[in-house]
């Protein structure tokens, strides 16, 4: 129940905002497995399952297929174009970004159907301001994407929004936006990561565990947030965690544990979609395993089992307007 409910609320955290065509469990499940490899970066085996779900008319699922297909091809072709236009039709965002992108091939090709990347800019600047003004968070988010001005951001932001509260934080972190004072951007970007992380996004726990040890904050309450971000799956920090655990190096003093970190390890080196992180598992499996006996290693396999069972899966946390 507990890995249930800490699904659904990230996976809710991660997708546009939408009113979800009513699915089977079947393409219920489908969907949420396939987003599930989808943040593995499994780009080529969530496609069928996000397809289940993008052909019942769920336009989340129809922009991620889009998203697995672009990246698995390297660029936007027919077939991802069309689930961007289906989800865009239904009114997503994310996805009329993604068409207003003159970097897809049909436009390289000048061969588009429907409307052009220019007429797609103008129609999602001009939805995203209607809904904006009601309040919409993810409206405001996409408006600073378009340029229309950091000020958006700020507002969704200000509004509790833990995805811009991130993303705003790394943009001042990048040296965007005005502060007068000295030392008032670095209490910005504190400020920020640690509401996007106490709002529950574990890709700014992380981060914020990141900024505090690395800024002066105290050591507890970086190994607080790491260890938060690691046990709601977020892969870089599962990592730096199994591998603090296991005193590779003794940073954050944490009690010693070569099992956790073992299994912890173990579960990043058989991630199936690639990335850095199931590279780092492969490697520093071994490195762990040579300072532990078989029953300790076996031991490790088991707390890895136990974890899955009751933890989100393990997630890079792609934003959703991501590579």
């Not at 599930?36 to 699922?61: H, M, V």
């Not at 700020?154 to 995805?163: H, I, K, T, V, Y």
């Not at 991130?166 to 670095?186: I, Q």
């Not at 490195?287 to 890895?304: C, L, P």
Request: hydrophobic share 35%; charged share 25%; aromatic share 12%.
């Amino acid at each position: 129940m507990i890995n249930k409910f800490i699904t659904s609320l990230l996976l809710s955290m991660l997708l546009p905002c939408a009113a979800f065509a009513q699915l089977t469990p079947e393409q219920q499940a489908a969907k949420t497995k396939g987003l599930t490899l989808y943040q593995q970066s499994d780009w080529y085996n969530s496609q069928p399952l996000l397809e289940k779900a993008a052909i019942a008319g769920d336009r989340g699922a129809q922009y991620y297929l889009a998203e697995a297909i672009r990246l698995s091809k390297k660029y936007t072709n027919d077939e991802a174009r069309k689930w961007y236009e289906a989800a865009a039709e239904q009114g997503d965002l994310y996805s009329m970004l993604r068409l207003s992108s003159k970097s897809d091939l049909c436009n390289e090709l000048k061969n588009c159907t429907g409307k052009s990347a220019d007429e797609w800019r103008e129609h999602v600047i001009k939805i995203a301001n209607e809904r904006a003004e009601k309040g919409d968070t993810e409206a405001m988010t996409v408006l600073f994407i378009t340029k229309q001005g950091l000020n958006w951001l700020e507002m969704a932001a200000e509004a509790g929004d833990p995805l811009a509260q991130n993303t705003l934080a790394g943009v001042y972190k990048d040296g965007d936006g005005w502060f007068l004072t000295p030392g008032s951007r670095e209490k910005a970007i504190e400020k920020w990561y640690g509401a996007s992380a106490k709002g529950g996004y574990p890709r700014a726990m992380y981060l914020y565990a990141n900024y505090l040890y690395e800024h002066g904050g105290k050591k507890e309450d970086a190994a607080y947030w790491l260890k938060k971000s690691a046990e709601n799956g977020y892969i870089d920090a599962v990592g730096n965690y199994a591998l603090s655990v296991a005193h590779m190096p003794d940073n954050l003093g944490y009690p010693k544990n070569l099992v956790e970190a073992y299994g912890l390890i173990y579960l990043m080196s058989k991630l199936e979609g690639g990335g850095p992180g199931s590279d780092d598992g492969k490697m520093l499996l071994p490195e762990i395993a040579e300072k532990m006996t078989a029953g300790e290693i076996k031991e490790g396999e088991v707390f890895a089992k136990d974890w899955e069972k009751t933890r989100p899966p393990l997630s890079y946390f792609v934003p959703v307007y991501g590579y």
